[in-house]
């Protein structure tokens, strides 16, 4: 079996104030990096699984940082391309208790929004790959990157390479004069495995859950079922839905699990109670890349496949940054029970 998994999207400069501060209360902000795709490339280089990261950067100091830190973490950048004026900037806000995080996007005119279709080998780049994983973050930055991804998902599917998407709708990036329904469908009827909360999938696809009030805080993994059902039957190609369940009780104290449907058994995750969240951002990338390992690892071992992303992407929650800096060994240790956070002499 190929194991070799490659992601395609943006990597951006994450620019965040420090301590929970306003933006309008400090005049420091915290220079790290961060993207959807390229965090669940660093969460499977983790653990262990051979990941390759296809982008485009320009040619400069800031972009040459980035590629040395995504490799040292394991990721494979040779197929990064070069070119193009800037990176994107997002801008992040902390929030605490009851004041929500707020993210301001500076993605115009960066490096990947300017990606056209011809300019990356997709035949080279699916060289021994057996996974292909976009989120709808990228058809969201520009017309371009959507016919790229359109692009990469058709030459995925010409190699029966298993094709993944995390629906991530973001509607401060959908302003190219497409919305996300007119573009995502086509793009998800490629793909094998979706991820999506009810948010995702009714914006994404219009595709709606029944039964399912979120603004209470509380989900319930059977009334999700009914997304999952509409998923498999507008997408005939997808062989399994996934859905994260968070349970908001404030911006500092969450609840995490999820479901998986497979098109005859929900299979539900152990709930997990976050207290004291250190930094969410990130965690939706942290469980799908979870999830990958499980598929790849586990087999048809559905259950515990899902219980290692839901576990993962909790931890991911103590941990500062975009990416998920955890082993193989923590995550289980967890999935085996041991939340006590003692010591490891």
């Known amino acids: 079996m190929k194991n070799k998994v490659v992601t395609f999207g943006e990597v951006m400069v994450r620019l965040a104030t420090p301590e929970h501060l306003r ?87 960066s490096a990947l929004s300017e990606v056209s279709p011809g300019m990356i080998d997709w035949d080279k780049v699916f060289e021994g790959a057996g996974w292909f994983h976009w989120t709808g973050i990228t058809p969201a930055v520009s017309a371009s990157a959507a016919a790229v991804c359109k692009e990469a998902i058709e030459a995925a599917n010409k190699k029966e390479i298993t094709v993944s998407t995390d629906l991530n709708y973001r509607k401060k990036l959908w302003k190219y004069g497409k919305t996300a329904r007119e573009v995502m469908p086509e793009l998800v009827a490629g793909c094998d495995v979706v991820l999506g909360n009810e ?43 996934i859905t994260t369940l968070r349970g908001s009780v404030s911006a500092s104290h969450n609840t995490w699990s999820g479901v998986l449907y497979d098109g005859s058994t929900l299979y539900k995750a152990p709930d997990y109670d976050i207290t004291h969240i250190v930094d969410r951002v990130g965690g939706g990338d942290s469980f799908m890349g979870g999830l990958i390992y499980g598929l790849l690892t586990y087999g048809e071992d559905m259950q515990s496949a899902l219980n290692f992303a839901v576990a993962a992407s909790c931890l991911k929650h103590t941990i500062y940054g975009d990416y998920n800096r955890v082993s193989v060994a923590e995550v289980e240790k967890l999935m085996g029970g041991d939340a006590s956070g003692r010591v490891s002499r």
Do not use: W
Request: aromatic share 8%; hydrophobic share 40%; with cysteine.
């Open 23 to 109: 933006f309008n209360q400090t005049d420091r902000l915290s220079f790290t990096f961060g993207g959807g795709e390229g965090n669940v490339a660093v969460s499977l280089a983790n653990y262990g699984i051979p990941v390759s990261f296809v982008s485009r950067l320009p040619e400069n100091d800031i972009a040459e940082a980035c590629m040395a830190e995504l490799r040292g973490l394991g990721v494979d950048t040779s197929q990064i391309l070069r070119g193009g004026e800037r990176m994107g900037i997002y801008f992040l806000e902390a929030g605490a208790v009851s004041r929500a995080s707020k993210v301001i996007y500076d993605r115009t005119h």
């Open 199 to 241: 948010e995702d999938a009714a914006m994404a696809l219009d595709i709606h859950p029944d039964g399912v009030d979120v603004s209470t805080g509380h989900v319930d993994a059977e009334a999700y079922l009914s997304v999952s059902k509409k998923i498999m039957e507008q997408f005939s190609r997808c062989k399994k839905v």
